[in-house]
């Protein structure tokens, strides 16, 4: 990987920046990290896709390489997909974060008679960003269960990174109609639209204008992995400079299947100026996040 850290060094450089503010990458227990890559060798019906891991390191190398990138600043995604999962993988977020300063504390939901409280807890405790993913958990946000959670996460300011497009294969609470209603519902949740909503691109633009606090994030949008299967329509990419100010760098890492530079390259070839790639890799998160 040395040319990829080459890349991403040089990219950094040329646009003046201190360092990345990656919002989108996953450290999970081990166990739980080994059956997601697990599922992605057998090209798990999610997928459908031949998808090597690029980044199938140790947890203490993994580290190295995104700090060896100059990323300042990175979440520890991770995310239940059945009841009684999310305490316990929020304890352990709490502990990485504590051993880890540079990660941004980050905690997890699914829809539970003891959701309100666990996640009252991870706010009490420091967390900074939430993930919620709504195809893998196939659960509704509209859940009553979950009215506590998206109240609480509203009120105290603490962003969301919500899966909740319906890419790579749809869910049957993915795409922007049920998220929309938790917005309508709670207008100043800042809801994080992970991997910039697709396919849905279009319709989560509009949420976005529709919503000051709503934000995108790039996870593997406009790569030549995605632009295979969900290409960005090129005719939204005027509303996409506009909302320079609500688009935040996220990768993926480790979980990818490309060189960690292709997606900085990627958003580079849009074309939108080096003003709009110095907000969406740094900017735009240090402010959300005050680092």
Excluded at 71 to 79: D, G, I, K, N, Q
């Amino acid at each position: 990987m040395g040319d990829d850290h080459d890349d991403v060094v040089r990219f950094r450089q040329r646009l003046g920046l201190p360092g990345l503010i990656d919002v989108h990458t996953h450290f999970m227990p081990e166990r739980v990290l080994r059956k997601v890559w697990a599922y992605f060798d057998s090209a798990g019906p999610l997928t459908g896709l031949e998808w090597p891991i690029a980044y199938r390191h140790e947890e203490a190398e993994r580290l190295a390489v995104l700090r060896s990138f100059g990323v300042l600043r990175f979440t520890s995604m991770l995310y239940p997909h059945k009841p009684g999962m999310a305490a316990w993988l929020n304890d352990w977020a709490a502990g990485f974060a504590a051993r880890t300063p540079d990660c941004l504390h980050t905690a997890t939901f699914f829809p539970e008679p003891d959701a309100g409280r666990y996640v009252r807890e991870a706010v009490e405790a420091g967390a900074r960003v939430f993930k919620a993913h709504l195809q893998v958990g196939a659960y509704d946000p509209n859940d009553p269960l979950l009215d506590p959670v998206w109240g609480l996460l509203a009120e105290a300011g603490i962003p969301v990174v919500t899966h909740c497009g319906s890419g790579p294969a749809p869910g049957k609470h993915t795409g922007p109609g049920p998220i929309g209603r938790v917005l309508a519902r709670h207008p100043r949740l800042r809801l994080i639209v992970a991997h910039m909503g697709m396919p849905e691109y279009a319709e989560f633009l509009t949420l976005a204008e529709a919503y000051p606090e709503v934000r995108l994030d790039t996870t593997m949008a406009f790569t030549d992995f995605v632009e295979e299967f969900s290409p960005f329509p090129p005719a939204e990419l005027g509303r996409l400079a506009d909302l320079g100010d609500r688009v935040l760098l996220g990768t993926d890492f480790p979980n990818i299947p490309y060189p960690y530079a292709h997606q900085l390259h990627a958003l580079e070839r849009l074309d939108l100026g080096d003003d709009w790639l110095r907000a969406v890799c740094h900017d735009n998160a240090k402010a959300l996040f005050g680092v």
